[in-house]
């Protein structure tokens, strides 16, 4: 039998290297996949130009950072992104209803099929992706400032006296924390709201929604300004967490995309259990288990290998993986979401 | 009559489907439309909706011509709609339909939800559900009480009884009948015949688009050729 304090020490390694990252990537992976989700349900196409747009949202967050730390202003111990966050929002919304009037706008109006659609947001995808590279360029940038922890391994060791330390990072927590306001937010203006009401009727049934009523161009509007605030959001939150590289954006796509299928597209409560599941398949999967299992098993027993399933490098393969076998035997995912034709 | 559509005729971009077509309700009225499957009766509701442009004819409601307002203007004008298929929003509940109904109202519509749980008391007990999880005839209850809640002047259903039970029927019919009362005008196409006339005021027979009969529900359930083709000898 493991002595208590070698449990302790496997479960705040587990803590401290999956279960934390897990859930800030979750978080990220979650609002991402909202937005995809919003939009499919509403517009009817899978949006390919979600990822670039989260990439544009976070190159104006960071502009912004840079303008107010030029002139002095941060947020004291939390990242000056945040308050860059508001006006940041502002501009991608935006854009986001300028690309729809001039591009998304002229298919709806010729009553596009579906993949038509899906197809100018892949050129919409490689024009975002080009201004994007154009003013920020290809390499890793961090924009995050102030407070770089709010518990340190070394502290957590000295205060409990365990030999595994416990790191929370601040751009950790914010994430979460982010994240669950913005989640409820939405959640609360969905159910509670008469335009979000409106919203959820036109994206449940188009025809009958026009019947009674309801402005078609004023519930896509909205859904525009929603889901440039998610990517935004995910998107600077992302970047804090990690770091800023154009590219990476564009491989979000891929666990961004499982998350909402795995969920049941055009249904927000799945895209939020989707990223979480998503995000912590990926962790898991990645992970070298050999350190936890040394705590919990004999020394003879010890393993010779990493105890890794994946390296990861192959990252990625856990949410081709989840796509391919969540298309395969439950289409429309574990919420009954629509099926993408 | 309150409203009509007048000598429509025309189709879905192809052929005509309804030539020279013409159908009314007034108010206080139920009116039915009958005829075999493919007759073009849902195509005249729709034209009559402003759902399908006419080449030929004109729709009127009161004293205004609204033959070339979109639906929603419709609906704004007073008329409520009951779609054939696909008429609750599944994933919502009882109490949402029908305030989705409601949508253009900007006043109070408490009133008008009491009235609809008066009309339809099992939607009372089911307003937390969702309308996606109801049997046939509590959805189609639903679909009414949405088309009601705008305080429609005219209520068209399309086939509001398909694919209920007898006694659902003869109650849903019931339900019509007080709207009736109550000083709209009912324009309704049914597929069940002999029932829906019996409870007519007014009837028309559409066969291949054109008006094959037309008459008070009773001269029509009296007539021997309706009775032949349509209502079983
Ligand atoms: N959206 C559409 N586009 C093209 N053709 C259509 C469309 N809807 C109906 N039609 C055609 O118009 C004709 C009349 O259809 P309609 O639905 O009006 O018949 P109906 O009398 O309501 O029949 P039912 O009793 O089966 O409901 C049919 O031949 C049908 O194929
Ligand atoms: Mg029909």
């Known amino acids: ?341 | 009559m309150y409203l009509i559509g007048q000598g429509m005729t025309g189709g879905y971009g192809g052929a005509d489907i309804i030539k020279d077509c013409t159908i009314g309700v007034d108010k206080g009225e139920i009116a039915v439309i009958v005829g075999p499957n493919g007759a073009g009766k849902s195509t005249a509701m729709k034209a009559m909706l402003g759902m399908l442009t006419i080449r030929q004819g004109h729709v009127r409601l009161g004293d205004k011509d609204i033959t070339r307002l979109t639906p929603q203007a419709r609906v704004g004008e007073g008329i409520a709609f009951v779609p054939q298929t696909n008429n609750v929003f599944t994933g919502m509940s009882v109490e949402e339909n029908l305030e989705m109904g409601a949508y253009l109202r900007r006043d109070d519509i408490r009133h008008t939800m009491a009235q609809i749980y008066d009309l339809f008391p099992i939607l009372k007990e089911k307003r937390r559900q969702n309308a996606g999880e109801l049997s046939g005839g509590q959805r189609q209850q639903v679909a009414v009480g949405r088309a009601l809640m705008t305080r429609p002047s005219v209520l068209m259903l399309d086939e509001p009884t398909a694919g209920v039970s007898p006694i659902v029927m003869g109650e849903l019919f019931d339900r019509i009948i007080e709207v009736r009362d109550t000083g709209l005008a009912v324009l309704m196409v049914e597929q069940n015949a002999r029932q829906a006339l019996e409870i007519a005021d007014r009837g028309y027979v559409l066969v291949g688009g054109v008006n094959w009969r037309e008459g008070t529900g009773e001269e029509l359930l009296a007539n021997p050729e309706v009775r032949k083709s349509f209502l079983g000898g």
């Open chain 1, 1 to 341: 039998m493991p002595e208590a304090t070698d449990i302790l020490n496997a479960l705040v390694l587990m803590t401290n290297f999956v279960f934390v990252p897990a859930l800030a990537y979750g978080s990220q992976l979650a609002l991402g996949a909202l937005g995809v989700t919003l939009v499919f349900g509403i517009l009817r196409f899978a949006n390919f130009a979600h990822g670039d747009l989260m990439a544009f949202g976070t190159t104006i967050v960071i502009l912004m950072t840079w303008g107010l730390q030029a002139q002095g202003i941060t947020a004291g111990p939390v990242p000056t992104a945040l308050i860059a966050l508001v006006p940041a929002i502002l501009v991608t919304a935006i854009a986001a209803i300028l690309i729809d009037r001039s591009v998304f706008g002229f298919y709806r109006k010729r009553r596009a099929a579906p993949v038509v659609l899906v197809i100018a947001s892949v050129g919409v995808m490689f024009m975002l992706s080009a201004i994007v590279r154009f003013i920020m360029g290809t390499d890793d940038r961090r924009f995050s400032d102030g407070e770089r922890f709010i518990i340190r391994a070394r502290e957590f060791r000295e205060m409990t006296g365990l030999d595994e330390g416990l790191a929370i990072q601040t751009t950790q927590a914010l994430t979460v924390g982010v994240a669950i306001v913005t989640v409820t937010a939405l959640f609360v203006f969905l159910r509670r709201s008469r335009t979000g009401k409106a919203m959820r009727a036109y994206s449940d049934n188009e025809d009958l929604a026009l019947l009674s009523g309801i402005n078609p161009d004023r519930v896509v509007l909205i859904t525009w300004i929603i889901a440039a605030a998610l990517a935004t959001i995910a998107g600077a939150l992302y970047g804090l967490d990690k770091s800023f590289k154009p590219f990476t954006y564009f491989q979000l796509l891929l666990p961004i995309f499982a998350a909402a299928i795995l969920g049941g597209i055009g249904q927000p409560i799945g895209a939020v259990v989707g990223g979480y599941i998503v995000a912590f398949s990926e962790v898991m999967m990645t992970y070298a288990y050999k350190r936890f299992a040394t705590y919990l098993v004999p020394e003879t027993w010890a393993p010779e290998g990493l105890l890794q399933f994946l390296g990861t490098d192959y990252k990625f393969a856990v949410s081709f993986i989840i796509l391919v076998v969540v298309l395969l035997i439950r289409p429309t995912g574990i919420f009954r979401g629509a099926v993408i034709k």
